[in-house]
């Protein structure tokens, strides 16, 4: 018990700081009109609520989010959302846009002068601690055991690392560590990205999440914005000058990640391809998923939009709504068709006659009748015309949606209202 209220005092003495503002571009078009984190997953949540909902599951209740890229789905949600912290009571959300607060002429100009530019803020919320996190990426953790091990081995830094595959290590920052854990190298998205001592195939890669004492970071952040040869990026010179001249230390993944008991891995996943996205939807619809959304020791929090139930008529034969190994959201109504192993968001109306096969519909969307999907992704608000096919044809598929190389087809408004014109 008194090592639980010891913690407890941790994260009540820290602020969480999310790194929303990048677009994600390999998204393509599901990124045109929106940030990374805003981006819809699991059938009613956001990217960004993970990293939020892991924020307070963990006892913090001081939080802040920068966000930059066509911000105003974020915001908006962010304002329905996450709206129930109170000053009163110690807590505090702010939503902190690029506002030319620092120069006129000056956004963002990378990760850690999102910090810089709001230092004031910051520092008049005082916290003792501050845990950096990107807001585009779907897990559970318990930042409250990072904290600690900041805490106990007295470190500059404590830098969120898990193990991947060497080369899927190109897009991350990879470290080296000695036998206690302290970094003793740190390279920035390496094209040839050195593995783990014993392993020739393993990385050892970061998850944007650190830990610092806010006042030395600050004082690391003014140092920072001093050098015109910098970055302004924790990855790229923040972290690099730390390991080099401080103390730096990882926290392995596997020691905090949260599971359930219907969760056999330890769940982490960047979302940011087409392909990734699709497939982490998907996966939700297996009998035992390898991410309990259904954990409420563990929830994710969101915006929970009032809806009706969802809704399923007709009971003919070919005619009969109907969902296999399926998610559906509230204010969907199936009516007369089927879907298989398909997602979907809030507010979606199928069609007779039509069918969903390993479909990820967001919200709003209408399936005409007749329609036939595969392996597809529709974004918010896309009327499929009646009797449309998609992902039986992959060379038509090509010339019409964003087909991946593995056959996943995105489509957007813009294109629909192209095949209109034709």
């Given at each position: 018990?008194?090592?639980?209220k010891?913690?407890?005092?941790?994260s009540?003495?820290s602020?969480a700081y999310?790194?929303?503002?990048?677009?994600?571009?390999r998204l393509m078009e599901?990124?045109?009109?929106?940030?990374?984190?805003a981006v819809?997953?699991?059938?009613?949540?956001?990217?960004i609520?993970?990293a939020l909902?892991?924020?307070?599951n963990s006892g913090i209740r001081?939080?802040?989010?920068?966000?930059?890229?066509?911000a105003?789905?974020l915001?908006?949600?962010l304002?329905?959302?996450?709206?129930?912290?109170?000053p009163?009571r110690?807590?505090?959300?702010?939503?902190?846009?690029a506002s030319?607060r620092?120069s006129e002429?000056?956004w963002y100009?990378g990760?850690?002068?999102?910090?810089?530019?709001?230092?004031d803020?910051?520092?008049g919320?005082?916290p003792?601690?501050?845990?950096?996190?990107?807001?585009?990426?779907?897990?559970?953790m318990?930042?409250?055991?990072?904290?600690q091990q900041h805490?106990d081995?007295?470190?500059?830094?404590t830098v969120?690392?898990?193990?991947?595959p060497?080369?899927e290590?190109?897009?991350?920052?990879v470290?080296?560590v000695d036998?206690?854990?302290?970094?003793?190298d740190?390279?920035e998205?390496?094209?040839?990205?050195?593995s783990i001592?014993?392993r020739?195939?393993t990385?050892l890669?970061?998850?944007g999440?650190?830990v610092?004492?806010t006042?030395?970071?600050m004082?690391?952040?003014?140092?920072d914005a001093a050098d015109?040869?910098?970055n302004?990026d924790?990855?790229?010179d923040?972290?690099p000058?730390?390991?080099?001249h401080g103390?730096?230390?990882?926290?392995s993944?596997?020691?905090s990640?949260?599971?359930?008991?219907n969760?056999?891995?330890a769940?982490?996943r960047?979302?940011?391809?087409?392909?990734?996205?699709?497939q982490a939807?998907?996966?939700l619809?297996?009998v035992?998923?390898?991410?309990d959304i259904y954990?409420?020791?563990?929830p994710?929090?969101?915006y929970a939009?009032t809806?009706p139930?969802?809704?399923?008529?007709?009971d003919e034969?070919?005619?009969?709504?109907s969902a296999i190994?399926?998610l559906?959201?509230?204010?969907c109504?199936i009516?007369?068709?089927t879907l298989?192993r398909s997602l979907l968001?809030?507010?979606?109306r199928?069609?007779?006659y039509?069918?969903l096969?390993?479909?990820?519909v967001?919200p709003q969307?209408?399936i005409g009748?007749g329609?036939?999907?595969?392996?597809a992704v529709?974004?918010?608000?896309?009327?499929i015309?009646d009797?449309?096919?998609?992902?039986e044809?992959p060379e038509?598929d090509?010339?019409r949606?964003?087909?991946?190389?593995?056959?996943i087809?995105l489509?957007?408004?813009p294109?629909i209202?192209r095949l209109?014109?034709r």
């Amino acid at each position: 018990m008194a090592e639980r209220k010891r913690i407890a005092s941790i994260s009540r003495d820290s602020m969480a700081y999310v790194l929303a503002g990048g677009r994600g571009s390999r998204l393509m078009e599901l990124t045109d009109g929106r940030a990374k984190p805003a981006v819809f997953f699991g059938g009613k949540t956001r990217i960004i609520d993970f990293a939020l909902s892991n924020a307070i599951n963990s006892g913090i209740r001081r939080i802040g989010v920068a966000t930059q890229y066509k911000a105003h789905s974020l915001i908006r949600h962010l304002q329905n959302g996450w709206n129930f912290l109170r000053p009163g009571r110690n807590e505090s959300f702010d939503i902190l846009p690029a506002s030319q607060r620092v120069s006129e002429d000056q956004w963002y100009a990378g990760t850690a002068d999102a910090v810089y530019q709001n230092i004031d803020i910051i520092e008049g919320y005082a916290p003792r601690y501050i845990v950096i996190l990107a807001g585009d990426h779907i897990y559970k953790m318990d930042y409250e055991i990072m904290l600690q091990q900041h805490v106990d081995k007295g470190s500059d830094v404590t830098v969120g690392c898990l193990e991947v595959p060497r080369m899927e290590a190109v897009g991350f920052g990879v470290m080296h560590v000695d036998e206690d854990g302290r970094i003793t190298d740190f390279i920035e998205k390496p094209a040839d990205p050195p593995s783990i001592p014993g392993r020739p195939d393993t990385a050892l890669a970061s998850m944007g999440i650190y830990v610092f004492e806010t006042t030395f970071l600050m004082d690391q952040l003014r140092r920072d914005a001093a050098d015109p040869q910098s970055n302004r990026d924790f990855g790229k010179d923040i972290i690099p000058h730390i390991v080099r001249h401080g103390v730096a230390h990882a926290h392995s993944f596997n020691r905090s990640v949260v599971r359930s008991a219907n969760e056999d891995e330890a769940y982490w996943r960047d979302v940011g391809t087409v392909d990734a996205y699709w497939q982490a939807n998907i996966d939700l619809t297996d009998v035992v998923p390898p991410l309990d959304i259904y954990d409420r020791d563990w929830p994710i929090w969101t915006y929970a939009e009032t809806t009706p139930p969802a809704k399923f008529v007709h009971d003919e034969d070919g005619r009969r709504g109907s969902a296999i190994s399926s998610l559906v959201s509230g204010d969907c109504i199936i009516s007369g068709g089927t879907l298989r192993r398909s997602l979907l968001f809030t507010g979606v109306r199928q069609r007779s006659y039509s069918y969903l096969d390993h479909a990820v519909v967001l919200p709003q969307c209408q399936i005409g009748r007749g329609a036939r999907i595969r392996n597809a992704v529709i974004d918010r608000g896309v009327q499929i015309p009646d009797g449309l096919v998609i992902g039986e044809d992959p060379e038509l598929d090509a010339q019409r949606f964003r087909r991946t190389a593995n056959g996943i087809c995105l489509v957007t408004k813009p294109m629909i209202d192209r095949l209109s014109y034709r």
